[in-house]
Structures are given as structure tokens and as C-alpha cells.
């Protein structure tokens, strides 16, 4: 799809397509209004501003849209819609020991109870090690610090997907 294609887009199909990237009804709505996209960078920034304007109930909806790092029962069955994107970023854990996968599936477990909200990382690139590092340093996070930082994440994943929505 090219950014000519998305600018073309109209309704459920385009809001589709922007759920994918991000589950944020208000991000959205956001984006539609910012619409037509000059460029790709064009469009990366008034996602920044899109997401600047959303808040911690519009966070927790976009985090719903996304499976538990080292779910992948989850992720084949509740998110097939997203799967192909959520699919690459989580690819490392595919190859993940069975020890590294059940530490994930404990410490998310954990994670959930204490915040709220499951466990959001900007996974592409990482290792499943490295998530279960992240996860186990970021569990002793405040509630407020958290959020903020899983705000971070989702921002980093959304854009990532609006990259991958037009290559």
C-alpha cells in the first residue's frame, strides 16, 4: 500500500487498516482527522500527534489489541487479524527455550496482576531473553512509571506498524 493508497481509504476499510497499527479508537479518529498523509514522514509525525493527544484509558484500549509477549496460542487465535505484524515482532520467541517461555508466560501473569495491563515492549529486534530481562526489571516500576513507559512502547510499535502497513 502506498501512503496515495491510504489517503484513498474510507471508513471501516481505513479504520481497519489503522487498528492494525494501533487498537486506540481515539489515536483513530485522531489520525483520520489529520488526514491526507504527504509522505511517510508526514505520516510517522501526526502519529506522534495523534498519540500525544490520547490518554491512559486510550492507552489501555490499545494495549488490549495486542497478545502477551510468548503467547503464541493467543496471539494464532485471538489476533489474526494483527497476526502477521505481531507475528515479526515477536519472533525470537519462536525460538525460545521452554524455560525462557515459561518465565514470559509467569512473569507476565505477574505483571498483569500488579498493573492492571499486560506487558507492552517494543519486541522487534530483542530476544526473548531480553524481554524477560526487560519484564523483570520493569515489574518493580511504580503503576504511573509503567504506564508511561508502556505508552512509550506502543507509540514505537504503532509507528513500526504504519511502516510495515506500507512496504
Known sequence: MTIEDLNKLEGPLLEEKLRHCCGSSAWINQMIRLMPFASIDDLLSKADKAWGTTNEQDWLEAFSHHPKIGDLKNLEQKFASTKKFAQGEQSSV?????????????????????????????????????????????INNNRNTELKIASGEQQKITKLRLQKLLS
Not at 508466560?105 to 505477574?110: A, F, Q, R
Not at 517494543?122 to 524477560?132: D, N, P
Open 94 to 138: 519462536n525460538t525460545a527455550g521452554k524455560e525462557t517461555l515459561e518465565q514470559l508466560v509467569e512473569g507476565n501473569s505477574l505483571y498483569e496482576k500488579k498493573f492492571g495491563f499486560i506487558f507492552i515492549v517494543f519486541a522487534t529486534g530483542k530476544s526473548a531473553e531480553e524481554m524477560l530481562q526487560l519484564l523483570n526489571q520493569r
